[in-house]
């Protein structure tokens, strides 16, 4: 029961610590919105219609807005004070000392601005004078900190207007909530000049009201005087529009997080049926005789239900409670990031709720299976000998709905692994998983009594009565056999799935690198963009024969028959990228792309019936468009060419000059011919030496970082998963514990007819091991179906290859094996320990 109640303990904990996790963060971040938002904010319109709200866009310019529009502001009626703003996340902070970036390394943005000392700044200067000057810069407390920097120090900022050396005037610290973010102050002129190329222009303006007016008010006239070229947003919307870009991460978080506890009370579930179970089996004389005394079906069947809600209330109260504890982990953890939330947790209403809920309600469930099994108990049960007798294995009916289930689902797999519509082969997985692991429970009687016989084959031989009777005990009662290795077996089966999954991943990344990328070297970097010195540090560099750019335009497009694709964005490259790509022509050529034309994809051309000669209307924002030709029409099922929009640097540049596209995004590099590509690549980095925030990388250590970031993908779905393997764990514990008690006299009796100590605990651990590797091989065999069938799906969209990680099974099953083991060593010790005459008398 102890083990039963750790498992739910377990389960709802998570549950309870990530709702008080989610509600705490997100609590903390709206109050420092509330705190910081200003009454009014001004800011450029986002280009292209685009409703996002994003002051920055995706390829490292940072929109500007007229300073003079802070006297429009100021002058308005019900307008107290208006302050100028500047900011942009696309600069990079680096330590001259040691040439490496500053900053968080988590995700954060890093900001650099314009210190205004306002109403509702969230910082306060605690060390040392605000900036003033052209070369003083001020850093946020953490930063500084994490950076080992002090007031004095050399900072340097390196931006898409050039690269700018301050030094240290003071130290800010947070007033409330440190977001995470990396914060450099200089003041308002160096700001302008430094970051955006001109004291009269900025980023936006904050406005705060004299209470005459409210903030509808306030707006409404700002938009009427200032016209549609900016955006202005009251206070609420400002929180709104923050609290939606967090609250999204958040919730994905929170999501992900209670599915992983979801699956952890699946496989509680199967812990509280085979504990009831034989609670049940080991009662049946005492159950027996409440019916001879008078008790009836439904009391005995209450009183199993009434045991088993006991366990979910103590299980969940508990849950709840050690759920605070783990809220404040995550807590922790994120302080250790940069990320510093509110030490007073949120505990709302749904917290208890949803404890108690799944907490009391999974272990219900769990527990009307062997209810309904004890209220059968017959009173001639009080009868028999031994209290303790063996269930049956299975039926036929069982048999039956299990082989109809696993069949259903099985075929819905396939089907879905050769269907051409991706939603309709998303919905046959999805489904098919589900049925394919029901089948498996239901039919896990079944197959513990083919597998186990087959695993367990050797044992005799190897190991002599403890092998012989391991496997007989293995086989004694196949149903709670197969429902203990379901626990497992779900577990590992999303593992084995999961891998199949990444590696497939990995390895079509790196063949579809292999052969569409012609280019020897790729330079990336790590927010912003490649600001164009940066670029010529490329092009300049000993060996580089020649050096195709990238860059990102967002656009609405307006197609042949006068429909609209909004907030699509157009890739502008270099002419010579048809020659460091081999692109997939399903139509056209790379002429087309290269002589003023557009390229788009099979399915955008199938969804929008478009061929190559057709015209797209290509609307940039701010009056800037053009009517571009289809030149090409790229062949599905490769991630470098699905979902994007090709056209030349050249084409674009007649309806957006080049001086005002964005910054390249990624530039690839080729040798010069007969130049020695390693030290080509050596050159490049080297050239790179003054921006640490550019990484540069030949094709094999560019699939490097591919397979590092799958990497840690896999690994935060192992460490999720890890959960639910525990309480896998605690099942076939619980299991063997049971199992040893009940069959106490049975044990007395091989002692004494000669089964020494040594051999009756290899014995229990040669059990559990059959057990475990039994639920490993369901589960690397599920895994493996789930994985290919995904693959399959997602084949069209990219992943084209599959890769089996067979070293991972193998690993699994050898890990079973030892889980198996360690599961084994308290029942087997309990049970060496058992006096004999004693465990002969219990009978």
């Known amino acids: 029961?102890?083990?039963?109640?750790?498992?739910?303990?377990?389960?709802?904990?998570?549950?309870?610590?990530?709702?008080?996790f989610?509600?705490?963060?997100?609590?903390?971040?709206?109050?420092?919105?509330?705190?910081?938002?200003?009454?009014?904010?001004?800011?450029?319109?986002?280009?292209?219609?685009?409703?996002?709200?994003?002051?920055?866009?995706?390829?490292?310019?940072?929109?500007?807005?007229?300073?003079?529009?802070?006297?429009?502001?100021?002058?308005?009626?019900?307008?107290?004070?208006?302050?100028?703003?500047?900011?942009?996340?696309?600069?990079?902070?680096?330590?001259?000392?040691?040439?490496?970036?500053?900053?968080?390394?988590?995700?954060?943005?890093?900001?650099?601005?314009a210190w205004v000392d306002g109403p509702r700044t969230p910082m306060k200067v605690t060390s040392g004078n605000a900036p003033t000057g052209p070369g003083q810069m001020m850093l946020d407390a953490d930063t500084a900190k994490n950076a080992k920097l002090n007031i004095g120090d050399p900072i340097r900022v390196i931006g898409e207007r050039g690269t700018f050396d301050y030094t240290i005037s003071g130290i800010a610290t947070f007033t409330g909530t440190n977001p995470g973010a990396a914060l450099a102050f200089t003041d308002l002129p160096t700001a302008q000049q430094n970051l955006l190329g001109s004291t009269k222009v900025l980023t936006g303006v904050d406005a705060y009201g004299d209470g005459s007016k409210t903030n509808d008010q306030l707006k409404t006239e700002a938009t009427a005087a200032l016209g549609s070229a900016y955006q202005v947003k009251t206070s609420a919307e400002q929180q709104a529009d923050n609290a939606k870009g967090v609250g999204s991460f958040l919730?994905?978080?929170?999501?992900?997080?209670?599915?992983?506890?979801?699956?952890?009370?699946?496989?509680?579930?199967?812990?509280?049926?085979?504990?009831?179970?034989?609670?049940?089996?080991?009662?049946?004389?005492?159950?027996?005789?409440?019916?001879?005394?008078?008790?009836?079906?439904?009391?005995?069947?209450?009183?199993?239900?009434?045991?088993?809600?006991?366990?979910?209330?103590?299980?969940?109260?508990?849950?709840?409670?050690?759920?605070?504890?783990?809220?404040?982990?995550?807590?922790?953890?994120?302080?250790?990031?940069?990320?510093?939330?509110?030490?007073?947790?949120?505990?709302?209403?749904?917290?208890?709720i949803a404890s108690y809920a799944v907490g009391i309600i999974i272990t219900m469930l769990a527990a009307w299976i062997p209810a309904r099994r004890a209220g059968k108990v017959s009173p001639m049960a009080?009868?028999?000998?031994?209290?303790?007798?063996?269930?049956?294995?299975?039926n036929k009916v069982r048999i039956i709905l299990g082989l109809l289930v696993t069949l259903g689902g099985a075929a819905l797999l396939a089907v879905g692994g050769t269907s051409k519509s991706l939603g309709q082969a998303g919905s046959d997985l999805g489904l098919g998983v589900v049925l394919t692991l029901v089948g498996f429970v239901v039919l896990g009687p079944l197959l513990a009594g083919v597998v186990v016989r087959v695993l367990g084959a050797a044992l005799p031989a190897l190991f002599g009565p403890s092998g012989k009777l391991a496997q007989r005990n293995a086989l004694r009662n196949p149903r709670r056999t197969g429902a203990t290795a379901a626990a497992l077996m779900i577990g590992l089966a999303l593992v084995t799935g999961a891998s199949v999954v990444t590696n497939s991943m990995v390895a079509s990344t790196s063949e579809q690198i292999d052969k569409q990328v012609g280019a020897d070297y790729i330079v990336t970097v790590n927010h912003g963009g490649?600001?164009?010195?940066?670029?010529?540090?490329?092009?300049?560099?000993?060996?580089?024969?020649?050096?195709?750019?990238?860059?990102?335009?967002?656009?609405?497009?307006?197609?042949?028959?006068?429909?609209?694709?909004?907030?699509?964005?157009?890739?502008?490259?270099?002419?010579?990228?048809?020659?460091?790509?081999?692109?997939?022509?399903?139509?056209?050529?790379?002429?087309?792309?290269?002589?003023?034309?557009i390229s788009v994809d099979q399915n955008f051309a199938k969804d929008h019936?478009?061929?190559?000669?057709?015209?797209?209307?290509?609307?940039?924002?701010?009056?800037?468009?053009?009517?571009?030709?289809?030149?090409?029409?790229?062949?599905?099922?490769?991630?470098?060419?699905?979902?994007?929009?090709?056209?030349?640097?050249?084409?674009?540049?007649?309806?957006?000059?080049?001086?005002?596209?964005?910054?390249?995004?990624?530039?690839?590099?080729?040798?010069?011919?007969?130049?020695?590509?390693?030290?080509?690549?050596?050159?490049?980095?080297?050239?790179?030496?003054a921006y640490p925030q550019v990484s540069v990388q030949d094709?094999?250590?560019?699939?490097?970082?591919?397979?590092?970031?799958?990497?840690?993908?896999?690994?935060?779905?192992?460490?999720?998963?890890?959960?639910?393997i525990i309480v896998a764990v605690l099942g076939v514990v619980n299991t063997l514990a049971l199992s040893v008690v009940e069959r106490t006299r049975e044990i007395g009796l091989l002692r004494a007819i000669g089964l020494s100590r040594r051999q009756l605990r290899r014995m229990i651990r040669l059990e559990s091991v059959v057990i475990a590797v039994f639920g490993a091989l369901l589960g690397a065999g599920l895994g493996l179906a789930w994985g290919i069938t995904a693959q399959q799906v997602l084949k069209a969209q990219g992943l084209n290859v599959l890769s089996v990680p067979v070293g991972t099974i193998v690993g699994v099953l050898i890990a079973s094996a030892v889980v198996g083991l360690l599961a084994a060593l308290l029942p087997a010790f309990r049970a060496g320990r058992m006096n004999v005459l004693a465990a002969i008398a219990s009978g």
């Open 530 to 597: 490649l600001t164009p010195p940066m670029v010529d540090a490329a092009k300049n560099t000993a060996g580089i024969g020649h050096v195709t750019e990238q860059r990102e335009l967002m656009s609405n497009l307006t197609l042949p028959d006068g429909s609209v694709v909004k907030h699509q964005f157009v890739s502008a490259v270099s002419s010579t990228f048809t020659q460091d790509f081999a692109v997939p022509v399903s139509t056209g050529s790379g002429d087309g792309l290269v002589n003023g034309g």
């Open 609 to 689: 019936k478009l061929s190559v000669g057709d015209k797209i209307t290509v609307d940039y924002g701010s009056g800037r468009t053009q009517q571009l030709p289809i030149g090409l029409v790229t062949t599905t099922g490769n991630a470098i060419f699905d979902h994007h929009l090709f056209a030349t640097i050249d084409t674009v540049a007649k309806a957006v000059p080049k001086d005002q596209q964005p910054l390249d995004v990624v530039v690839f590099g080729r040798a010069a011919s007969g130049a020695d590509k390693a030290k080509t690549l050596t050159a490049l980095q080297n050239s790179f030496n």
């Open 22 to 113: 989610s509600n705490t963060a997100t609590s903390t971040f709206n109050k420092l919105f509330a705190a910081t938002a200003s009454d009014l904010a001004v800011t450029p319109a986002p280009p292209s219609g685009d409703d996002s709200g994003q002051a920055q866009d995706a390829s490292g310019r940072t929109p500007t807005i007229p300073a003079s529009v802070v006297q429009q502001v100021a002058a308005l009626p019900g307008v107290k004070t208006a302050e100028a703003t500047v900011s942009t996340t696309t600069a990079t902070l680096v330590n001259p000392k040691t040439n490496k970036a500053v900053g968080p390394t988590t995700g954060a943005p890093t900001i650099v601005g």
């Open 382 to 394: 009080a009868l028999s000998d031994h209290g303790t007798p063996a269930e049956a294995s299975t």
């Open 699 to 724: 094709q094999a250590g560019y699939k490097k970082i591919v397979q590092q970031q799958v990497d840690s993908l896999l690994t935060l779905i192992y460490g999720l998963l890890g959960l639910a």
């Open 251 to 352: 919730n994905f978080m929170k999501y992900v997080m209670l599915g992983f506890a979801g699956i952890s009370l699946l496989v509680g579930g199967f812990l509280i049926i085979n504990t009831f179970s034989m609670l049940v089996a080991q009662r049946t004389r005492e159950l027996g005789l409440l019916r001879a005394l008078g008790g009836s079906r439904r009391q005995v069947n209450r009183s199993v239900l009434i045991e088993a809600l006991l366990l979910g209330v103590l299980g969940s109260t508990i849950g709840m409670l050690a759920g605070l504890g783990l809220a404040l982990l995550l807590i922790q953890l994120m302080k250790g990031a940069g990320m510093t939330l509110s030490s007073s947790l949120d505990i709302t209403a749904a917290v208890p």
């Open 1 to 20: 029961m102890v083990l039963s109640l750790i498992a739910v303990v377990l389960s709802v904990a998570f549950v309870s610590g990530t709702l008080v």
